[in-house]
């Protein structure tokens, strides 16, 4: 596979996003006006400065109308992407590749979802017309099926891999509890995220991302510009995309304890950015912890810990905001809570405040550090059968 | 003349006592237990279930002429339900599928149909009555397939007798979940000389009197009138077969059939059955079983099945089951209807289960056209797996999914001999489920949705085995 990437060829110049939440008495409009600008503002341009839109969202609108109509765009192109959960990271890259191909000088890329309208709990996804024969299980119980195959692999028995998950909640909402933009911002002790009633599998409540509202933007331009516009912008490193062959529900070697489409996203992504040690050289990771076992399947497919170690490096507080990588520092998805369209945007929107060092209480230490690279990872579908994205950005280009 | 060439009974996994009715509602009840189609079971599915017994057993090279399907209890009106069983049994196109739906006569009809021409008799039914009547109380459901055909018979028919009568005894409006019944003791008075006259025709058709019948099985809707009948038309009491009232409760179109499966379950090479059925009439068929019976009975036994039902169901998911209770649904969207031009694609997947295998084994469940391994495009042979067993490779307890009975258990199942598959698992205590387990494939109605039945095939645990007989 021929993977060249555009290492360095185009910068973020300003960021915006909403607090994620239960935004009752906001629009999906309302959203897309507050995100967008704010990231404006961030780059100090206005609306007549951007030159082409790419919208993500998986379900709270149809076509480029849906930004172009509340913003009043006046005839640029807008364009919708959806790419299930990763959507929102869809929509950055595509725009990072226009001003990559010089079509373009400067463009927005947002994301936006508005989930609680629909009153229902969780995702409701409506497929198009078919023969009634796909399986209707929901997100919770396709991920849950990660926890106990993964136990079994490794030899971790029950009440240890309880823990191990409860923690990865815990330290997800004690770092949402610093965050003033997550939807959930309160610490939660582990008793009442391990004694959580039962979603699905061994996973309850605690165990399950934040259904939210909230909208997400950033603006690209070329790197050489990147100064014009900001006097700490971020550089793209890499930007790999990854659809998988499905073939996890029908394959009997898969034995959902790994993402493959993760392994091969991340790979493709170290090579672009020529990390070799993704652990050592990364200040940080945003990754899509939709559930608690997801992130520490995570742990090995990203390369942050060896196969069958992820569950000691998670109690032995690795990833926490103090620790050797801090994961998720924002809260995640569990905690900043998961508006589809929006969430690879918000992921980026982390980086761009950690880099910058703009994240207070929660600011990361290894930054100042010199640790001058963060990932996000983004992924939708379920085990076995998904795509997954990684970003990586970095605050001064490579000699 | 053709005659029985296998049979194939289902009864479901549930079954209700009596005396659970009785605590819930203060009074009524009784005795034993009825058997109870689950929330996933209709006529049509349990019809399925019993053809595919009946098929696995029939003479190699056996070829339906036709599907007659009989129930009190159709799925559809208009549209023919036989046709969901001829596409779910894998049966040639140029087979017809009729129905012949709407009373409890109507199995008997199916039968001297399906005997004629030498076909399948498709009997099925879900038998209820409003809560605390003697109909939900004695009714039961379940299916029974009849195979004709001529030659190698384990059933000959040695001749038959029918006698019509209009009178009023039980009724139902179409679209009632329930029927009405008039002063019993009237139809105890319509019914017993019918059942005479009838009997007095097959005795002179066949030159057998009753009294020389190894095994009599008289039954009909109307439990006083059978009894009465029982005493009059010269069978001696000790070849009367039981009615399973005890343990399964009247099958509506299916009863007679049941009683037959269960009689040729034990019954020896060259026996005499009579078959006296008191519905709008009496019916009479004298039957003789042959060498071959032994070697082609069912696998699992009626008495075997009763065995391994589970009869803790509570009396508030029955009428939950039957839509007498509307319960709170999960906050979760109700599914679509299936639509129809993609279930039409489709029919060999979701009906037959039926997948594709590439050239270097495997299994594609749905089918693929192109090969994961090798990448060709239809490079493909089609592979039936509904009569495939499988192992639960992983499952999970999903709380959040719509069902008409929550949790969904869902698993991942891999096939002896290749396939992964991800279904439901139904018939299951949640609590109860283990990777390793066996399960089978099974036919079910997912759900209704727009007014269509969505059908298609889930796992359950393997709870039935065979106690002898069969191959």
């Known amino acids: ?399 | 003349m053709p005659g029985i060439v296998s049979y194939g009974a289902y009864l479901p996994y549930w079954r209700l006592q009596r005396s659970a009715i009785g605590q819930s509602l203060g009074s009524g009840g009784g005795k034993g237990a009825r058997s109870v189609a689950s929330y996933d079971e209709d006529s049509t599915s349990m019809g399925v279930e019993s053809g595919r017994v009946a098929l696995a057993t029939a003479p190699d090279g056996y070829r339906p002429a036709l599907v007659a399907f009989a129930t009190t209890a159709p799925a559809y009106a208009d549209k023919t339900n036989a046709t969901a069983i001829h596409a779910a049994l894998d049966l040639a196109d140029e087979i017809p599928a009729f129905d012949t739906v709407g009373a409890i006569r109507s199995g008997f009809g199916a039968a001297l149909l399906a005997q004629a021409a030498g076909g399948l008799a498709v009997l099925a039914d879900v038998r209820t009555g409003r809560p605390g009547s003697a109909d939900e109380a004695s009714g039961g459901d379940g299916a029974v397939t009849l195979a004709f055909g001529d030659g190698n018979e384990i059933v000959e028919v040695l001749g038959s007798a029918s006698v019509t009568a209009e009178f009023t005894d039980r009724w139902r409006t179409p679209g009632e979940s329930f029927s009405q019944v008039w002063e019993e003791r009237f139809g105890e008075h319509a019914y017993v000389p019918l059942a005479e006259q009838a009997v007095t025709q097959a005795q002179k058709a066949t030159g057998l009197a009753l009294a020389d019948v190894d095994h009599v099985i008289v039954t009909g809707p109307h439990t006083r009138a059978v009894k009465a009948a029982s005493r009059v038309i010269g069978a001696r009491p000790e070849t009367l077969v039981d009615d399973l009232a005890n343990e399964v409760g009247n099958t509506g179109t299916a009863h007679w059939a049941l009683m037959l499966a269960d009689v040729l379950d034990r019954a020896e090479p060259n026996q005499t059955i009579a078959v006296v059925l008191l519905a709008d009439g009496c019916d009479v068929w004298l039957l003789r079983t042959t060498d071959l019976l032994p070697t082609r009975r069912q696998p699992v036994s009626v008495r075997q099945r009763i065995a391994s039902t589970r009869d803790d169901l509570s009396y508030a998911q029955f009428l939950t089951w039957r839509g007498f209770l509307h319960r709170e649904p999960p906050r979760r969207p109700e599914p679509d209807r299936p639509a129809a031009p993609p279930s039409a694609r489709s029919e060999r997947w979701k009906y037959a289960f039926t997948g594709t295998r590439d050239s270097t084994g495997f299994v594609y469940l749905p089918p693929s056209r192109v090969s994961l391994t090798t990448g060709e495009i239809d490079h493909m042979e089609e592979v039936r797996m509904a009569d495939v067993k499988a192992t639960i490779a992983t499952f999970t307890v999903d709380r959040l999914a719509f069902s008409l009975s929550p949790p969904v258990v869902a698993a991942i199942i891999d096939f002896d001999g290749g396939g992964r598959f991800q279904c439901e698992l139904t018939d299951v205590d949640p609590d109860n489920v283990k990777i390793g387990d066996r399960v089978e494939m099974t036919f079910r109605r997912l759900y209704t949705s727009g007014g269509v039945h969505n059908y298609f095939w889930k796992a359950k645990p393997i709870t039935v085995t065979p106690d002898g007989g069969g191959r």
């Open chain 1, 1 to 399: 596979m021929a993977s060249h990437g555009i290492r360095d060829a185009v910068a973020i110049v300003g960021m915006g996003c909403t607090a994620f939440g239960e935004h009752w008495d906001r629009s999906t409009d309302d959203m897309l006006i507050e995100a967008s600008s704010e990231a404006l503002k961030s780059a100090n341009i206005t609306l007549d400065d951007v030159d082409a839109f790419w919208l993500g969202t998986m379900g709270s609108g149809l076509s480029g109308l849906t930004l172009s109509r509340p913003l009043k765009i006046d005839h640029k192109p807008v364009t919708h992407v959806e790419n299930f959960c990763a959507t929102g990271s869809e929509a950055f890259r595509n725009a990072c590749y226009a001003v990559a191909s010089g079509a373009y000088d400067v463009v927005m890329a947002i994301g936006v979802e508005k989930l609680k309208d629909s009153g229902y709990s969780g995702l409701v996804v409506t497929p198009p017309a078919n023969d009634g024969t796909q399986a209707t299980v929901t997100a919770p119980a396709s991920f849950s099926l990660l926890a106990p195959a993964y136990a079994k692999k490794y030899g971790v028995d029950p009440d240890e891999m309880k823990e191990v998950l409860t923690r990865i909640a815990w330290k997800n909402h004690k770092n949402g509890a610093l965050n003033p933009r997550a939807q959930f911002r309160k610490e939660v002790p582990k008793e009442t995220i391990a004694c959580s009633p039962l979603v699905a599998g061994p996973l309850g409540i605690f165990d399950c991302s934040g259904v939210s509202d909230g909208s997400a933007a950033a603006i690209i331009v070329r790197a050489e510009d990147a100064h014009k516009y900001s006097d700490h912008p971020l550089y793209v490193k890499a930007l790999s995309f990854i659809a998988g062959p499905a073939a996890g529900p029908i394959d009997p070697n898969y034995d959902y304890t790994t993402f493959t489409e993760v392994v091969r996203s991340a790979e493709d992504a170290y090579q672009q950015a020529g990390i070799t040690n993704p652990r050592a050289e990364l200040a940080m990771a945003e990754v899509h912890d939709c559930f608690t076992p997801t992130e520490l399947v995570l742990m090995e497919d990203l390369g942050f810990a060896e196969r069958g170690f992820a569950w000691k490096e998670v109690l032995a507080g690795t990833f926490d905001l103090d620790g050797e990588l801090p994961v998720n520092p924002d809260g995640g998805l569990k905690s900043f809570g998961h508006p589809i369209g929006a969430s690879g945007l918000r992921m980026l929107f982390e980086a761009w405040t950690q880099l910058r060092g703009e994240a207070g209480e929660r600011q990361i230490k290894s930054i100042a550090a010199g640790k001058r690279k963060a990932l996000t990872h983004n992924l939708g579908g379920s085990p076995g059968a998904c795509v997954s994205f990684v970003a990586i950005v970095g605050d001064e280009p490579d000699a």
